[in-house]
């Protein structure tokens, strides 16, 4: 049997980068190993730190609690404390008093949400040096302009000074707007195990991203089943199972293709005609080529009139493909590419690609 290994994040940290990010596989170490950096910069250095997520529905008092539950406090304050209190928006280290009470001890932190990143403006932290946002990967919606506000979150903590920021997530989808925003191009093709550092050249200064893929932890649980299990076991990207063409693609006749693209994605689609019944069916599939597509779907602003936002219904072959996704009957080339292409159309802001 295979001995699980925890991750550990002394490489990540080496690169002594201003920007962490985490990815890999649920319950393999990534969050414990963030939070103990954390305590033992706090309780050593006296540097507070700050737990953000996106909604204040994350971080109800019982939750920030139960988010600190498994670390050794004790270990990390030599005895001194034992547990951790969250209180009012701020986080204690805490100990029992000789009456059995738990009581607060020394701030470490405080929580915060990144959707009401504008009422935090004007606070002043001076003490603080690390950013710790936990999941930051969704397979629901992201903020508008979120990387934005993160780094407009992060100046407020900051100011003049260099602190870490730590974005972790599981590998729960591919269209992350942090990946394009940023430019990090390679984070889609990189390999588990692996850290690649971007760099961003500004004027008299160097702001340094690096993106850790964590390696697979060697879960052995038999839990875990399907497509989901590719994900919480091995740390793959997370994929559903989608219909696949059930002849080959040659013997359909295309009828219509318009190119999708957001971000780094680019996806066809192909408007078919079914060889025995003569029904229509769409087929989606990774654009990889240099041919030409005359019809393009995009968030990008263009005054080109073969350039848009959504599908022109006015139109019948646009109006078939619409019917098509409001009918379920869209085949993709994989799972991969029907959970990227799924994830995209839920997350293009102005509304549903397919609409």
């Not at 670390?71 to 951790?84: F, R, V």
């Not at 946002?133 to 992201?142: H, L, P, R, W």
């Not at 299990?229 to 040659?250: C, F, H, M, N, Y």
């Not at 602003?301 to 996704?325: G, H, Q, V, W």
Request: charged share 25%; glycine share 4%.
């Amino acid at each position: 049997m295979a001995k699980k290994q925890y991750y550990d994040i002394t490489n990540l940290l080496n690169t002594k980068a201003q920007y962490m990010m985490l990815l890999g596989q649920r319950a393999n170490g990534k969050s414990y190993q963030v939070k103990k950096t954390m305590l033992e910069n706090a309780y050593r250095n006296h540097k507070w730190f700050i737990y953000l997520r996106r909604y204040k529905a994350d971080i109800k008092t019982k939750a920030v609690e139960n988010y600190f539950n498994d670390m050794p406090i004790a270990k990390i304050t030599d005895n001194e404390y034992s547990g951790i209190i969250a209180w009012n928006g701020a986080i204690y280290f805490s100990c029992e008093n000789d009456k059995g009470e738990t009581v607060k001890g020394m701030q470490i932190g405080i929580y915060c949400a990144l959707n009401e990143a504008e009422r935090y403006k004007s606070w002043a932290l001076p003490d603080y040096d690390i950013v710790d946002y936990e999941e930051f990967i969704t397979d629901s919606v992201y903020l508008d302009e979120e990387p934005r506000k993160l780094q407009q979150f992060v100046s407020t903590v900051a100011r003049h000074n260099k602190i870490t920021v730590f974005l972790v997530g599981n590998t729960l989808s591919r269209v992350c707007p942090y990946f394009a925003e940023w430019c990090l191009d390679g984070v889609l093709k990189q390999k588990q195990g692996t850290i690649e550092i971007y760099h961003y050249h500004l004027e008299d200064s160097v702001v340094d991203i690096a993106v850790e893929y964590c390696a697979n932890a060697n879960f052995e649980n038999k839990m875990f089943f399907g497509q989901t299990a590719k994900q919480i076991v091995t740390g793959e990207w997370d994929t559903v199972e989608v219909p696949k063409l059930p002849r080959s693609q040659q013997e359909y006749e295309k009828v219509y293709e318009v190119l999708v693209e957001y971000q780094k994605f680019q996806f066809v689609i192909e408007l078919l005609i079914e060889p025995i019944n003569g029904g229509m069916l769409c087929f989606v599939y990774p654009f990889t080529g240099t041919r030409k597509i005359l019809r393009k779907i995009t968030e990008q602003f263009s005054d080109n009139p073969f350039i848009s936002a959504r599908l022109d219904t006015s139109k019948k072959p646009e109006y078939m493909i619409s019917e098509c996704f409001r009918l379920n009957k869209v085949c993709y080339s994989d799972n991969l590419t029907g959970s990227d292409f799924k994830h995209v159309n839920e997350t293009f802001r102005i509304g549903s690609l397919i609409n």
